[in-house]
């Protein structure tokens, strides 16, 4: 089969269409005939060595997959074969990828797979942090960073049906239009004449917000510390301009804020992840959720998609079309 590998770490270019063996299902677990890879920031991350570094090379990359099932392992319920799904399916920038059943999710016939490409490592991020690490309420306001990218816009629509106040950050006005149109109450456009932190005090009448979701790091840091209100929430999720600093607990006092990080990679409870996974499915079966494609190009061209993830030109979620 097809499958994009690195056999090196570096820049986009290091990433080559190459012929390797089809994988084999194992127990409990199927084989997806892959119609759409989703592309994330964490590949990125890995394929410069930043992440999973320790992992053998040449590597596949990828870590979601949507498509039909063409094989189950032993001991995996044969009815799969022949269902659309979407999973997380590591190795994924391929024509096949094997999973545990467990991981599967059926599609509707409405529902395409590049749409459902997009649902899962960022529905999941997305949902996980408004209702497990945040645990936002109704009547709350949550500022969202990078609001237009990815798992923003999941996240912009998953804070409003909670019944939230939602503010956003993005750097262009065809941005801000995106991330308005997912539901966002107000966005911050970045090269105006007010810092985020002030501008999040106007808006709020001084108090500041009760959550910030910040997946930027280094350069968004502090204003999402001076975007709290007191007994407010910074919820960090990733690191896109660098490491935030480290954290000064003595700065905390005088507002009892509180800082936490999620990672979906952590083992999750398998009923309240099979409960994230279903309300994302249903959402976007109903079309009460929408995830927006921002750039869908071909398994062959992994090298442009990386390139216009890593130069923040995209929108929404990037896809990887497997013919």
Avoid: C
């Amino acid at each position: 089969m097809k499958a994009i590998r690195y056999h090196e770490v570096g820049g986009p270019e290091v990433l080559r269409l190459d012929d390797v063996p089809e994988p084999t299902p194992g127990p409990g677990e199927v084989r997806i005939r892959v119609k759409a890879a989703g592309v994330n920031f964490a590949d990125t991350e890995r394929r410069r060595g930043l992440y999973d570094a320790k992992s053998p090379l040449p590597r596949i990359l990828g870590s979601e997959a949507a498509g039909v099932v063409d094989m189950v392992g032993p001991g995996a319920d044969a009815q799969w074969v022949g269902r659309r799904v979407v999973a997380l399916a590591l190795q994924s920038y391929a024509e096949f990828a094997t999973t545990s059943e467990q991981e599967l999710l059926e599609l509707p016939e409405h529902v395409s797979f590049e749409e459902a490409a997009g649902l899962l490592v960022q529905g999941l991020t997305a949902w996980h942090l408004i209702h497990t690490s945040a645990q936002l309420r109704p009547g709350q306001r949550v500022l969202i960073h990078a609001a237009a990218g990815g798992v923003g816009l999941l996240a912009i629509q998953l804070a409003k049906q909670t019944g939230a106040t939602v503010l956003g950050t993005v750097s262009t006005e065809g941005k801000a239009r995106l991330a308005r149109e997912a539901g966002a109450d107000d966005v911050f456009v970045y090269g105006g004449a007010s810092s985020v932190a002030e501008w999040v005090r106007k808006l709020t009448d001084g108090s500041g917000v009760e959550v910030v979701l910040d997946s930027v790091g280094a350069s968004t840091w502090e204003s999402s510390l001076e975007s709290l209100a007191p007994f407010g929430h910074l919820v960090a999720y990733g690191s896109a301009s660098g490491h935030p600093p480290l954290v000064d607990v003595e700065a905390l006092y005088a507002r009892s804020l509180k800082i936490s990080a999620y990672w979906l990679r952590t083992p999750h409870p398998p009923a309240l992840q099979r409960r994230a996974r279903e309300a994302l499915g249903q959402a976007l079966g109903k079309g009460q959720l929408r995830v927006t494609l921002g750039l869908v190009v071909g398994l062959g061209e992994a090298v442009r998609a990386h390139q216009q993830l890593e130069s923040r030109a995209t929108v929404g979620k990037v896809v990887l079309r497997v013919p």
